[in-house]
């Protein structure tokens, strides 16, 4: 079945303990990308990569880092977790020849205390 | 950078009654437009998307509509029922970079029965 995994479903930390979000998907996509909901703005994206080791800065990076050495892997990472990146998160990817349809995590919510 | 807003944030209608939610976007070179749902606790999934070159798409009780001059579109759901409930979403991207959609802020839908 073509998915989009992300781990974990839920996460509580504190303010600075680093933490990584997975994110790995099966349908040997090029594309892949990071985005945060929160309540009235909708989905902004964060980082996103076109392909392995190539990975460009979304709309709202600061905070955040993420890294592409596989090509169906591209997990986010947060060095210092701070209260607002409380926020549920969603991984996605698409395959660049096809049709242009961003495939889903099932999101990640984090709790930053 | 490219701009969608989306209107209106809620909507409230009786099951049976027609519901449009309009997009409108500030890049010219934006040439496909997605529209997602995301049903509460779920992941956003694609449900009809339109091209520019392209004034209308329908399928089956959903349609979308372009105007490339005014920059907007708009999503129409006729006939809603219960399960339409849900937020949704407008997205406008260049094909080239596909992967970089910009969203709008969401629409909450609420078909009463």
């Known amino acids: 079945e073509a998915q989009v995994t992300q781990n974990p479903r839920y996460l509580i930390t504190v303010t600075g303990k680093k933490l990584t979000v997975t994110c790995s998907q099966n349908?040997?996509?090029?594309?892949m990308s990071w985005y945060r909901q929160d309540p009235g703005l909708g989905l902004r994206q964060i980082y996103y990569?076109?392909?392995?080791?190539?990975?460009d800065k979304g709309d709202v990076p600061e905070g955040y880092k993420v890294s592409r050495k596989e090509k169906r892997n591209f997990p986010l990472i947060l060095e210092s977790p701070s209260p607002n990146q409380t926020s549920l998160y969603f991984c996605?990817?698409?395959?660049?020849?096809?049709?242009?349809?961003?495939?889903f995590g099932s999101g990640t919510q984090l709790s930053v205390l | 950078g490219e701009n969608v807003e989306q209107h209106p944030s809620t909507l409230s209608v009786q099951e049976g009654d027609s519901a449009v939610i309009k997009c409108t976007y500030s890049?010219?070179?934006?040439?496909?437009f997605p529209w997602y749902k995301q049903e509460l606790g779920k992941r956003p999934q694609l449900i009809i998307d339109?091209?520019?070159?392209?004034g209308e798409k329908k399928d089956q009780r959903i349609a979308v509509t372009l105007n490339k001059t005014a920059k907007h579109f708009s999503l129409h759901i006729t006939e809603t029922q219960p399960e339409d409930s849900a937020v949704y979403f407008c997205?406008?991207?260049?094909?080239?970079?596909?992967?970089?959609?910009?969203f709008g802020d969401g629409t909450t839908l609420t078909v009463k029965p």
């Open positions: 349908m040997n996509h090029e594309y």
């Open positions: 339109i091209r520019s070159n392209v």
């Open positions: 997205a406008a991207s260049i094909n080239t970079n596909a992967g970089k959609s910009t």
């Open positions: 990569s076109m392909n392995v080791e190539v990975t």
């Open positions: 890049d010219s070179a934006s040439n496909y």
């Open positions: 996605a990817s698409l395959g660049l020849q096809g049709p242009q349809k961003l495939f």
